[in-house]
């Protein structure tokens, strides 16, 4: 049973515009949230995390919200560039632990 | 630092065949895992160790094993490959919670991947 979804396998901006990039979770022990990027024939580099007891952190263009109540966070990327195309995973995990929970991944196009 | 190297890149197997995918980190982490990606499936977590001689099972464990005889190395397994082993297989590793200095987690760092064909 998938814990981690996101329910959008693909996506496509326009350069400048935002992309917005969803996640949803079922388990509410979950209590810190990470942003994954992968290139193809690349590993997942990590982008942004967020712990529980924040609703939002922004890193430069980077931002991710996090709505416990509704167990959902989101990956906002402002302005999206060329070099942001790439499939973003979600991945979560609980106290004390190291192992993550990953979504399915959505692949973000940014049309020039 | 070289970070996380995985070898080989590419290999083909067919049923019933063993074989043992390499995996290395010079950052010198306590914790290592290995995933598999599948289309549809994200990435899932076969086996992890939290240290040299420590190991324990993932969500998705079976038909693989793993060892941990140094910080460096993690090894994973293949006993008696089956085609539904077919797979991208990605090595990971971190600072344990209890080190490091990222606070109440510490991101994973990711090698390159091996793309596993079992005909």
């Not at chain 1, 709505?67 to 499939?87: C, E, T, W, Y």
């Not at chain 1, 979600?90 to 049309?111: D, H, K, Y």
């Not at chain 2, 996380?4 to 590419?10: C, E, G, I, L, R």
Request: hydrophobic share 30%; glycine share 8%; proline share 6%.
């Amino acid at each position: 049973d998938q814990q981690v979804k996101q329910n959008s396998p693909s996506l496509s901006v326009q350069e400048g515009r935002i992309s917005i990039l969803n996640c949803d979770y079922t388990n509410s022990m979950f209590d810190y949230f990470l942003w994954y990027k992968k290139y193809p024939a690349e590993g997942p580099t990590f982008l942004i995390s967020i712990s529980s007891i924040k609703d939002k952190n922004e890193d430069g263009r980077f931002t991710v919200f996090l709505n416990k109540s509704a167990k959902h966070l989101s990956l906002h990327i402002v302005p999206s560039q060329p070099g942001d195309s790439a499939v973003y995973f979600c991945a979560a995990t609980g106290p004390g632990a190291n192992n993550l929970f990953f979504g399915t991944g959505t692949r973000l196009t940014v049309i020039p | 630092n070289a970070g996380v190297t995985q070898t080989p890149k590419f290999q083909v197997l067919k049923t019933g065949q063993s074989m043992t995918l390499q995996c290395a980190q010079d950052m010198n982490h306590e914790y290592m895992s290995w995933y598999r990606q599948d289309p549809g499936m994200g990435l899932r977590l076969i086996h992890y160790s939290v240290g040299a001689g420590i190991t324990d099972q993932g969500e998705v464990p079976n038909g693989y094993n793993v060892s941990r005889s140094t910080t460096e190395d993690f090894p994973l397994r293949l006993l008696s490959a089956a085609p539904s082993q077919t797979s991208v297989y990605f090595c990971a590793s971190s600072y344990t919670l209890t080190s490091g200095s990222r606070g109440s987690y510490n991101e994973q760092f990711f090698g390159p991947g091996t793309r596993l064909t079992v005909l």
